[in-house]
């Protein structure tokens, strides 16, 4: 699963002290979403635009997306 695989890269990637690529966070926290994991997705969302603030307007939008989708499903 690419879940697991990309939960797997992350601890290697903080075992060994190194940033993760622009965009991995975003990635995550929509595979997150996807299944459901609307808190961790939200988390990993954050966490992208706190490494990476240019990606802030585009993350917002995702935030933006799962807010509306959590609100849909209530």
């Not at 965009?23 to 992208?48: I, M, N, P, V």
């Amino acid at each position: 699963m690419q879940v697991e695989r990309m939960e797997a890269d992350y601890k290697k990637a903080c075992a060994r002290n190194q940033q993760v690529p622009p965009g991995f966070h975003a990635h995550l926290g929509h595979l997150y979403s996807q299944l459901g994991r609307l808190d961790d997705a939200r988390k990993q969302f954050e966490t992208e635009k706190t490494e990476f603030p240019e990606s802030a307007v585009f993350v917002d939008q995702l935030i933006a997306r799962l807010n509306k989708h959590e609100r849909a499903a209530k």
